[in-house]
């Protein structure tokens, strides 16, 4: 009976903590909304002549350079969260570094949306869809423990440890990690495959034809 209202509490602290970051997140979207709105009207021809640069690049097999930039995009945010983890900073770093994500994901995306109108929509999810899909849970999986774990070191160092106890990097800590990773690996793969190729239909219709 104990053990069971103990996983229930923990369960209610972990949830409480993924709600903290997701109001961060979210409050991130809205702020890259408000910045988003003073961008120039040249944004347009800009984010075009990328898109088309793009579309040559996806025509040749990936190369180490493209493959290494995909990574650095899809492994940056969760990778942060992770490392932050093992620092006290970590319990108010967090909550920024979740609202810049949303914030720099919500700007990308306004910007295309303002620049080609309803266009933009497919071409925002055409760049950043799959990337999303992939990202987003996985920052969250590895965001959510590291906040507790920076939250028992940020009590240590101010004398509470008892009360809250210690940051404890076991076996599920680091398998969650190698899951991630794997996941996020196959995510830059699949990136590198099929993204190319949507846009291409995208730009040949919007762009190009």
Excluded: N
């Excluded at 507790?148 to 009590?155: G, K, P, Q, Y």
Aim: glycine share 10%; aromatic share 12%; net charge positive.
């Amino acid at each position: 009976m104990k053990w069971k209202r103990r996983e229930t509490a923990e369960w209610r602290r972990q949830l409480s903590r993924l709600l903290v970051l997701a109001l961060f997140f979210f409050a991130g979207i809205l702020l890259g909304q408000v910045f988003s709105s003073r961008v120039p009207d040249t944004t347009g021809d800009e984010l075009a002549r990328y898109l088309k640069d793009f579309l040559k690049v996806g025509e040749e097999d990936p190369s180490p350079r493209a493959a290494l930039s995909a990574a650095v995009l899809y492994f940056r945010y969760p990778l942060a969260a992770f490392l932050l983890g093992f620092a006290s900073i970590g319990v108010l770093a967090l909550p920024i570094v979740t609202g810049a994500f949303g914030g720099f994901l919500s700007f990308s995306v306004c910007c295309f949306t303002a620049s080609f109108g309803p266009d933009g929509v497919l071409l925002a999810l055409a760049v950043f869809g799959l990337r999303c899909v992939v990202t987003l849970p996985c920052y969250f999986l590895l965001a959510v423990p590291a906040l507790e774990r920076s939250a028992a070191l940020a009590c240590l160092s101010l004398g509470g440890g008892r009360r809250a106890g210690p940051a404890l990097y076991g076996r599920e800590w680091w398998g969650r990690l190698a899951v991630v990773a794997g996941v996020l690996l196959a995510g830059v793969c699949a990136d590198l495959m099929l993204t190319p190729w949507f846009l291409r239909q995208l730009l040949e219709r919007m762009l190009i034809g």
